[in-house]
Nanobody, 118 residues
Framework: QVQLVESGGGLVQPGQSLRLSCIVSGSPLRAYHMGWYRQTPGEQRELVADITSTFSIRYADFGKGRFIISRDNAKNTVYLQMNSLLPEETAVYYC????????????WGQGTQVTVSS
């Protein structure tokens, strides 16, 4: 069973950047398709971006041009660089691992809080 631990969240002002990290343990990262999702209270969890085991990348429309997902299999880590953050992007951000490309897998991290506020 793969374990996921997110970090890098925090409080930033609108327009600033954050880089989230997700460290994978228990199984080699290279075997998994990885994704970042976010959720606000009372809302469904939504896809932010995902990256397959072969490095194909997909972004939600709101993140195109501002967010960058990447992975370093040697470090068993997945990253999400978020630029020009907006207040409405305040949410808990979750890392996800799965074995089927294009869909959320069964493994989730505990989440990291991102707050965008002046």
């Amino acid at each position: 069973q793969v374990q996921l631990v997110e970090s890098g969240g925090g409080l930033v002002q609108p327009g600033q950047s954050l880089r989230l990290s997700c460290i994978v343990s228990g199984s080699p990262l290279r075997a998994y398709h990885m994704g970042w999702y976010r959720q606000t209270p009372g809302e469904q969890r939504e896809l932010v971006a995902d990256i397959t085991s072969t490095f194909s990348i997909r972004y939600a429309d709101f993140g195109k041009g501002r967010f960058i997902i990447s992975r370093d299999n040697a470090k068993n880590t997945v990253y999400l660089q978020m630029n020009s953050l907006l207040p409405e992007e305040t949410a808990v951000y979750y890392c996800n691992a799965g074995l089927v490309a294009g869909r959320a897998g069964a493994s989730w991290g505990q989440g990291t809080q991102v707050t965008v506020s002046s």
